[in-house]
């Protein structure tokens, strides 16, 4: 019965271990998925209307175009005309965005690849963790990489709004706040995949074993030479 609680705690952190696994490419997925959302989201800014009395339309820009909307429901949608005459930050946020979605692809089907519950061939358990930790970091760059898009354009929009110059002035579109979330989830999911990394056994079960080695010397059987009084001979342990 002694023996059977190594076992029953190793088959614990490995049922907690791929829990953490699940949970973060979970998470990573639906971050994947919200960073789409928000790279061709046209609503990065709108158009303020805090001094306007009366609204009959709405301007909103995105990273790719630019819309504007009417009173009567008719939405009309126009691209850049130009990639070298926008603005550097827009330009910047395009690039970021782009990457954090290619390294979302990438560390999802590097985290699968390397899950617990999945047999490739004869690959070790460190070797799967290993690959388990690539992916939470592909995950966390993601993350990070949307985090600083996200934050530079909501820069550039609060500083534009502040600006007394600004004849046009935008604020917070729901596109950004979408970059928020994504970059949330994308650190939390890489988090717990790196964690289940280090949370997962590093080798087999460790009960009560017994060491068979050379623990104690060798008997050595020493016999004495014959002797004058007795004709046979003794021996000595």
């Given amino acids: 019965m002694k023996n059977q609680a190594p076992y029953r705690n190793t088959t614990r952190e490995t049922t907690m271990t791929l829990a953490f696994q699940i949970l973060g490419l979970t998470l990573g997925v639906m971050a994947w998925c919200l960073e789409n959302s928000c790279t061709s989201s046209n609503f990065w800014k709108v158009r303020s209307h805090a001094e306007a009395v009366i609204t009959s339309s709405s301007q909103f820009e995105g990273l790719w175009m630019s819309c504007a909307a009417t009173s009567l429901g008719s939405v009309q949608c126009q691209k850049y005309k130009t990639v070298l005459g926008l603005p550097g930050y827009v330009q910047g946020c395009r690039a970021l965005m782009i990457i954090a979605l290619l390294l979302g692809l990438v560390s999802i089907f590097v985290s699968v690849l390397g899950m617990k519950c999945i047999k490739i061939g004869s690959t070790s358990e460190e070797a799967k963790g290993k690959i388990v930790l690539t992916g939470g970091i592909l995950f966390i760059l993601s993350g990070l990489s949307t985090l600083i898009a996200v934050s530079w354009y909501a820069a550039r ?12 002035k935008f604020e917070l579109g729901s596109g950004l706040f979408m970059g928020w979330g994504a970059a949330s989830l994308a650190l939390l999911g890489g988090a717990m995949l790196c964690s289940s990394c280090k949370r997962g056994p590093s080798g087999p079960p460790r ?11 060798e008997q050595k059987i020493y016999k004495a ?7 046979s001979s003794k021996a000595y342990v």
Avoid: C, L, M, R
């Avoid at 030479?225 to 004709?231: N, Q």
């Fill in 157 to 168: 929009v609060v500083k534009e709004f502040n600006d007394p110059f600004s004849a046009i």
């Fill in 207 to 217: 009960g009560h074993t017994y060491n068979y080695s050379k623990t104690t010397q």
């Fill in 225 to 231: 030479a014959p002797g004058s009084e007795s004709g």
